[in-house]
């Protein structure tokens, strides 16, 4: 038995070896480097301030539409109206009320250089490529966009920005850096070439059981390591030399270390639905109160005057909380003002509103507690993820947490039972995200680096092993060939 152990162990170090190994340097790029990510508040930066002075007309055909929210921004000099439908938008130019439903490389690069100034990027954008996605635009969410306008700014830092052919939104934006060391990152560490990540299942398939192969990898080294570890004649406890013992000791002492690395990893992944938590859109519904209809919009943006909005807004984003209307301007800097849905005048939610939404939310559940959260607690922290404070914090007796933006009210952030132990398996176990104290830099990394070492020395010495014996059988192989194939291109001396 213990035998077939070993040449399980061996055949499967050779097969994912270089695999765990890959996973385990990348980790070291991924502490400093995430995968480039245009968020909502950084695209704020490339919009210019809102101007509705020469507006709005708005077109007839969209009668029909229940949206989640609309927005009013400027779009290369030009104000429109976004209503939002799901991931969906419909775009209406607010000068002449065209329905615009597709864009043009002219309109894109026109965008495109509208936007670059406020990412501090100077130049004229040069239109690389039409396309449906590359390394940096395979998330679903890049979907409703596609096909992308990519341009290149031809900047120092190599920038690249991509436009959607639907909305008209810059969605993404890249530096040389972030290729480079997410080439050597995330791209590796999460399986991520496009050829396969654009196959949201298979990929997720190959992650998993690549992670499961590993495991069991891991389990049966850490058996035979124990089992090897005695005390012997000539007073070594291990019976190995050179690579192999490093291998069997970093594997004792950060094997446990090496399993909780993937198990977490593979919980990450949500495996046959294992911990994947629900949507809580109908809490969301709830505190909003109802749809915006397209009448809405219209008869919002008819009576909006110009002069109410605050003269740094750059997009004013409407949506409905407790069956009204609300307003939110935001400037480049990503500051909020809530304003009111009739007047536009600023206005702050009541203690009352955010008391009366813990019964709003689950009208069902018994609170245990509520109240303002100032700092970081369990479940709401920032780390690699930034999270603001204050929230208004809820939770309810079957344990759900529930965190209320401060300035809109609305359901920012939630945990049910599932999310709350990926919590400590995946944020806790593979981020190293314990607690506040844990999370501090320097820390952090220290810690981190101690662990990743350790695992990655194991790792390594592993696969290098499994390459000197696949070296080594090469070698028997051949040999006898090369042996033939020498004595036959040798021919006798002939002799008068």
Same mark, same amino acid.
């Given at each position: ?153 031809? &900047? ?31 791209? @590796? ?226 945990? &049910? ?25 320097? @820390? ?53």
């Amino acid at each position: 038995m213990i035998r077939l152990l070993f040449l399980i162990h061996r055949y499967l170090g050779i097969a994912l070896g270089a695999v765990i190994s890959l996973w385990c340097l990348s980790g070291f790029v991924m502490m400093y480097e995430q995968y480039p990510e245009l968020d909502d508040t950084e695209r704020l930066a490339g919009l210019e301030p809102l101007d509705l002075t020469a507006c709005c007309r708005l077109p007839s055909d969209l009668g029909n539409v229940d949206v989640d929210g609309f927005r009013l921004e400027m779009m290369a000099g030009t104000p429109v109206l976004r209503l939002m439908d799901g991931r969906r938008q419909h775009v209406v130019d607010l000068r002449d009320g065209q329905h615009l439903r597709a864009f043009l490389p002219a309109d894109a690069r026109s965008i495109a250089a509208t936007a670059a100034p406020g990412y501090g990027l100077h130049g004229t954008p040069r239109l690389v490529d039409v396309l449906e996605r590359d390394q940096w635009t395979v998330y679903a969410s890049y979907h409703p966009h596609r096909p992308l306008f990519h341009f290149a700014m031809d &900047d120092p830092s190599g920038t690249e920005l991509y436009v959607s052919s639907t909305t008209g939104e810059v969605v993404q934006m890249t530096t040389f850096r972030q290729r480079f060391l997410n080439w050597m990152g995330a791209v @590796v560490h999460w399986l991520y070439p496009t050829a396969l990540r654009q196959h949201t299942a298979v990929w997720a398939q190959v992650v998993i059981w690549l992670t499961i192969a590993s495991l069991f990898l891991t389990v049966i080294g850490v058996y035979i390591g124990l089992r090897q570890f005695k005390t012997r004649r000539n007073g070594h406890r291990s019976p190995y030399r050179g690579s192999a013992l490093w291998h069997h000791y970093a594997g004792l002492i950060f094997g446990l270390f090496t399993l909780t690395w993937l198990v977490s990893g593979l919980f990450s992944m949500s495996p046959f639905g294992a911990l994947e938590g629900r949507g809580f859109q109908a809490e969301h519904q709830r505190l909003k109160g109802g749809a915006v209809t397209y009448e809405q919009a219209s008869a919002f943006v008819n009576a909006m005057s110009a002069d109410a909005i605050p003269g740094s807004t750059v997009r004013l984003d409407v949506s409905m909380l407790g069956g009204q209307l609300y307003a939110l301007a935001l400037n480049r800097d990503g500051q909020r003002i809530r304003l009111n849905g009739e007047t536009l005048h600023p206005e702050t939610l009541s203690e009352g509103f955010f008391a009366q939404a813990a019964s709003t939310l689950r009208p069902d559940m018994a609170i245990a507690d509520a109240g303002w959260l100032t700092e970081d607690d369990a479940y709401y922290f920032s780390h690699h993820d930034e999270r603001p404070l204050p929230v208004f914090r809820i939770q309810y007796g079957d344990g759900e947490r529930f965190y209320l933006d401060s300035v809109t009210g609305e359901l920012s952030y939630a945990v &049910d039972r599932e999310r709350q132990w990926l919590r400590w398996i995946f944020h806790a176990l593979h981020r190293g995200d314990f607690a506040a104290v844990v999370r501090s830099r320097p @820390v952090w990394d220290l810690m981190m680096w101690a662990l990743m070492l350790g695992v990655t020395v194991g790792a390594l010495t592993g696969t290098w092993i499994g390459f000197q014996r696949v070296g080594r059988a090469g070698r028997r192989t051949l040999g006898p060939a090369r042996d033939l194939e020498r004595r036959a291109s040798v021919r006798p001396q002939q002799t008068g």
